[in-house]
């Protein structure tokens, strides 16, 4: 606790005959022998519900103390119980300052783990609820290192662009996307995906949310009305299939992936699958069941192949994309949100034909086309060669942030099931005792750590967890954050 703070005299502070105009605080109204607790848990209030936004300064200790009448001591007590809480963080002559806000809904204390995003089922906007929550450290899942973004490559390409750039090309273009893109794509997909494919049959997204909400419309439009989903999966993905009005039936994933027993028991006349690195659990589709599956797409069943995290691999060797195998039967979708950064919004799909000029419709009609720089400048970076060596760098650094978390949760969760190690961004941790994870979740955010309770990604019942991305923070930030999770463990686990 930094006490300069104390020197610092706040002169936006009124002195009241008993009481401050800051919060309008009235020790009048607190419990004998409890006022540090009661001073806290006001400001704490405070800090939820945006009368202390992150970023405010807090009174001087000795100002406020003085303001309400009571000890220095008082008020230093309650200032210590936030900065261990994480939600502020002296700043020496700055003096005191919010640096997170907790979850506790307004007007209660009595309910820490039960607030913000994690009260029930996730609705629609929870991502975006959840994104803008301040943490002081960042678990989320499927980011990659951002700090690693390749900014003088991208700068040198976009030089390179604008500077054999005709006037035409800053007109409307081919809604598929440039023909620089498509070309890059295809190049890229048969060097490290196995898939050959045509660049005209290349449509260009906004990223893989938008290849899916595009595929829910036009599978719609052509009469199916559900698409069996991977059970545990990603809320993500079945909330864009939900947004065209198809139904999305759980499957059960096991150590070789999905059941395609029971993929056919629900007789889905379609699927939605993370083969390459199952979200969340991180299993890779294994060969026998990738032959079950190329036998029940044979016999007209639909798979749409989301290539999730296939480029970030650590401990295995690469296994080829589905599409790959069995193109007349598979859409494909993939994006650069792992590679570079989500902030692109530019990914790829591939369909077979019967789907195709329909989904270029659609495309055309949401759009009229991804922004055409990005793509000129990206296309010159697969193009370059700067892509890969991008991904090399990557794949060093998410090696040493993955080995960092799992020994942070030998040390500070000794019985969870890590699983999920061997590739990808996050891990899927379980553990095999009773309790909402969702309470975990958000103790963990109102103590500055942000994550995703495992229960967000299921339908089924299934062992309570959490999905932990290491890869956009550091290190120390990572065992920190590992720290938190087992202390709020011992406290949500009674």
Avoid at 415 to 424: E, N, T
Avoid at 456 to 472: D, E, I, N, S
Wanted: net charge neutral.
């Amino acid at each position: 606790m930094n006490r300069s703070n104390g020197d610092a005299p706040d002169r936006s502070i009124t002195v009241g005959a008993s009481g401050s105009d800051f919060l309008q605080l009235d020790m009048a109204d607190a419990p004998p022998g409890g006022l540090s607790d009661w001073l806290a848990r006001h400001l704490r209030m405070a800090i939820a519900d945006g009368r202390l936004p992150v970023g405010s300064r807090l009174p001087a200790t000795r100002v406020l103390a003085g303001e309400l009448r009571v000890s220095r001591g008082v008020v230093t007590e309650a200032y210590q119980r936030l900065t261990e809480d994480g939600q502020v963080a002296g700043r020496g002559r700055a003096g005191t300052v919010v640096v997170a806000a907790p979850v506790l809904p307004p007007g209660s204390a009595a309910a820490p783990f039960t607030a913000g995003p994690f009260t029930a089922r996730p609705g629609a906007d929870v991502f975006d609820t959840l994104r803008t929550a301040p943490a002081r450290i960042d678990l989320s899942p499927g980011v990659p290192d951002l700090a690693a973004f390749p900014r003088a490559a991208w700068l040198r390409a976009e030089r390179s662009v604008l500077a054999d750039l005709s006037a035409s090309k800053l007109g409307y273009g081919d809604s598929r996307g440039t023909p620089e893109l498509r070309g890059a794509v295809a190049n890229w997909l048969a060097r490290n995906r196995g898939i050959r494919v045509d660049p005209d049959e290349v449509i260009i997204v906004a990223g893989t949310a938008q290849a899916l909400s595009l595929l829910a419309r036009v599978l719609h439009g052509a009469g199916i009305r559900e698409i069996a989903v991977e059970d545990p999966g990603s809320l993500g993905a079945c909330q864009q299939l939900s947004t065209g009005q198809l139904a999305t039936p759980p499957v059960p994933v096991d150590a070789d992936g999905i059941r395609v027993d029971e993929l056919r028991a629900t007789g889905a006349p379609g699927v939605l699958l993370t083969p390459a690195h199952q979200f969340p659990t991180g299993v890779v589709l294994g060969g026998e069941r990738r032959r079950e599956l190329m036998r029940w797409a044979e016999e007209g069943g639909l798979i749409i192949e989301d290539d999730y995290d296939a480029e970030h691999r650590y401990d295995r060797p690469p296994v080829p994309a589905l599409r790959a195998m069995l193109a007349e039967r598979v859409c494909y979708a993939g994006s650069v949100s792992k590679l570079l950064a989500p902030a692109l919004r530019t990914g790829w799909l591939l369909a077979p034909p019967p789907y195709r000029d329909a989904l270029l419709a659609a495309k055309r009609f949401a759009d009229l086309g991804n922004a055409a720089l990005p793509q000129l400048v990206l296309a010159r970076l697969m193009e370059s060669g700067e892509l890969e060596r991008h991904l090399r760098l990557l794949r060093r650094r998410h090696r040493r942030r993955r080995d960092a978390m799992t020994e942070a949760i030998r040390h500070h969760l000794p019985d969870a099931v890590v699983h999920g190690a061997a590739a990808g961004l996050h891990l899927m941790v379980t553990f095999n005792v009773a309790f909402a994870d969702t309470d975990l979740a958000a103790a963990a955010l109102a103590r500055g750590v942000k994550t995703q309770p495992l229960s967000w990604h299921t339908q089924r019942p299934h062992p309570p967890g959490l999905v932990l991305g290491y890869a956009a923070s550091p290190p120390p930030d990572i065992a920190e954050g590992i720290a938190t999770l087992g202390d709020l463990l011992r406290t949500v686990v009674r």
